[in-house]
């Protein structure tokens, strides 16, 4: 994740693993046979049946109560805790809600909560829209990634979701111009920019609001806010790509 990041692998035994680093394991180990047509699991694998294929990070929550070290052993249960079918200004969804809790050691970690929308195949090319992204950041870090990062990202992660690496599946298939930039790695660059910037925190809110794609670069922005930071990303254009919201851990 390190040098897929252009870092040098510096870390050792005991050392905090940084927040979304989480989502490098637990993998959930499917046989091919039991994979779909986009890569991921089949409906009514590992996730609810729903009538709707198309699949996307939607938004999220972590809590960090306890970090994770790199050695430990630890163990993830995952619970399904809601499946709500709406109807959306393009057409029908279904929003499913998954709760992770991560413990060491038989002690609470990492509390997670993720929102996976499901929607219609697109009859025709996606129309990329989103809200116009904030201007008053306080820092700002700029990314271009290649499809070379997202390979990396999608086996590091386990991920099979076809829309991040095969070019011609997210076109033909979903409808997007390029390849689509995943939602996690949106999120853990997100928390990254605070990492590095000695911003410790406890939870971590997030939501995708419109997707990125290569070729084009994308901006990381953040600025302080009350007793914690807002963070978001953008597109080249101002677009507003995913916003978060941490929460700082205090001082000891």
Do not use: C
């Amino acid at each position: 994740m390190a040098v897929t990041l252009d870092r040098d692998p510096t870390f050792e035994a005991d050392d905090e693993l940084p927040p979304g680093w989480h989502w490098l394991y637990f993998h959930e180990l499917v046989r091919a046979s039991g994979l779909g047509d986009d890569g991921h699991p089949a409906l009514g694998v590992t996730m609810p049946p729903v009538p709707l294929p198309r699949r996307m990070w939607a938004a999220g929550t972590l809590t960090i109560r306890a970090p994770l070290r790199l050695g430990a052993e630890a163990a993830r249960t995952s619970t399904i805790r809601a499946v709500t079918a709406k109807e959306g200004r393009t057409g029908p969804l279904y929003f499913v809600t998954v709760e992770h809790d991560v413990q060491v050691d038989g002690r609470p970690a990492v509390s997670e909560s993720q929102t996976i929308v499901y929607r219609e195949a697109p009859s025709t090319p996606i129309r990329v829209e989103g809200p116009s992204a904030p201007r008053d950041a306080d820092f700002t870090d700029h990314w271009e990634l290649d499809s070379t990062a997202l390979f990396r990202y999608s086996a590091l992660t386990f991920n099979g979701h076809r829309i991040h690496y095969d070019a011609d599946y997210a076109r033909s298939a979903e409808g997007y111009p390029n390849l689509v930039i995943h939602g996690p790695l949106l999120a853990t660059l997100l928390m990254d920019s605070l990492v590095r910037r000695e911003r410790r925190f406890t939870s971590f809110r997030y939501r995708a609001r419109s997707p990125l794609f290569l070729p084009e670069p994308f901006t990381v922005n953040g600025r302080r806010d009350g007793d914690g930071h807002s963070v978001w990303a953008a597109s080249p254009d101002g677009r507003l790509a995913m916003e978060a919201e941490a929460t700082h851990r205090p001082s000891p």
